[in-house]
Structures are given as structure tokens and as C-alpha cells.
Nanobody, 128 residues
Framework: QVQLVESGGGLVQAGGSLRLSCVAS????????MGWFRQAPGKEREFVTG????????YYADSVKGRFTSSRDNAKKTVYLQMNSLKPEDTAVYYC?????????????????????WGQGTQVTVSS
């Protein structure tokens, strides 16, 4: 069984920064790609960013490119989401997720159906 626990959310003013963390347990973390998704009130959950199992490539939604950066530390079983230049429209619950396929080297990190485990989410609120 895999558990993913996010942390680092909170309230920040527009233009500010936050760093989210997601710690995994229960599986060989280093073999699996990871993703971050978010869900704003009244909206569907959407892709934010993905990172390959070895950290060799990252993927971003157009809405966050140039502002958000994902990274991972496989030794710590942790994936990070650095969020800069935050906007009120970034307000959402942020979820990390672990892919179901080991050593996936494709590019389809935005497909939610390909993630097997999800964290409980952490709230990010950006005030204007």
C-alpha cells in the first residue's frame, strides 16, 4: 500500500511563493513518475505538472509554465512543487499522485487515469 502526504499549503498574497512537498511511503518511489494536480471550487481537477521517475524530464500545464517548478529527491521519497508569482486563480486544493507504471518514459503525464495513488491534498489560497 502506498501513502502520499502533501504539505506546505497555506495562504499567500498574489505574487508570493509557496513550496509544496509530497512524501511517499510503501513502494519503490524512485521507479515511478509523479504528478501534481489541483482542483478549484466548482471546477474539475486539472493537471499542473509531472516529473519522470528519474527526474530527467518535467511537464507543465500552460497556465503554470515559467512560474512553477517540480522536482524530486528519490532518496527522501519526496516530490516538490515550487510555486512562484502566485495568482488568485492558482487557489485550489493541490494533490500529488503516483503513476501506476514503473519506469514510464512517455510524455502523457496529464492523464489522471494513469495515476494509481493520490494524496489527500493541501489547500493553497492566493489573495489579491
Amino acid at each position: 500500500q502506498v501513502q502520499l502526504v502533501e504539505s506546505g499549503g497555506g495562504l499567500v498574497q498574489a505574487g508570493g511563493s509557496l513550496r509544496l512537498s509530497c512524501v511517499a511511503s510503501g513502494r519503490i518511489f524512485s521507479s515511478y513518475g509523479m504528478g501534481w494536480f489541483r482542483q478549484a471550487p466548482g471546477k474539475e481537477r486539472e493537471f499542473v505538472t509531472g516529473i519522470r521517475w528519474d527526474g530527467s524530464r518535467t511537464y507543465y500545464a500552460d497556465s503554470v509554465k515559467g512560474r512553477f517548478t517540480s522536482s524530486r529527491d528519490n532518496a527522501k521519497k519526496t516530490v516538490y512543487l515550487q510555486m512562484n508569482s502566485l495568482k488568485p486563480e492558482d487557489t485550489a486544493v493541490y494533490y500529488c499522485a503516483l503513476r501506476g507504471q514503473r519506469y514510464y518514459n512517455g510524455d502523457y503525464y496529464d492523464r489522471q487515469s494513469e495515476y494509481e495513488y493520490w494524496g489527500q491534498g493541501t489547500q493553497v489560497t492566493v489573495s489579491s
